[in-house]
């Protein structure tokens, strides 16, 4: 199992940056997928979520109206669109899967990919 983010970066307040969250090793289209925030010294928190075939999205209250998850279940990948990036969404962004059956949860983890907003 394999989750790959990509398209973090140094960017301006104000900016915008897409993240890609590439999927390889488990049906992609059977999880549910997130993106996670931590920011330096804080907890990691949760930003974004999209359901398994993409018809519905639920955003933290800092996300909302500035950011948004999508997904292509042909290509296994999710993406995060960021805009009007502020500093406090400084930080690492960690791509999250899961799936939950009556025997099991499955949940794996990417690496993360930093941004850095600052002028």
């Known amino acids: 199992v394999q989750l790959v983010e990509s398209g973090g970066g140094l960017v301006q307040p104000g900016g915008s940056l897409r993240l890609s969250c590439a999927a390889s090793?488990?049906?992609?289209?059977?999880?549910?997928m997130s993106w996670y925030h931590q920011a330096p010294g804080k907890e990691r928190e949760l930003v974004a979520v999209?359901?398994?075939?993409?018809?519905?999205?639920n955003y933290a209250d800092s996300a909302k109206g500035r950011f948004t998850i999508s997904r292509d279940n042909g290509e296994n990948t999710v993406y995060l669109q960021m805009n009007s990036l502020k500093p406090d969404d400084t930080g690492v962004y960690y791509c999250n899967a899961k799936m939950r059956n009556p025997y099991k949860e499955y949940d794996y983890w990417g690496q993360g990919t930093q941004v850095t907003v600052s002028s």
């Open positions: 090793g488990f049906t992609f289209s059977r999880y549910v």
């Open positions: 999209i359901s398994s075939v993409g018809g519905s999205t």
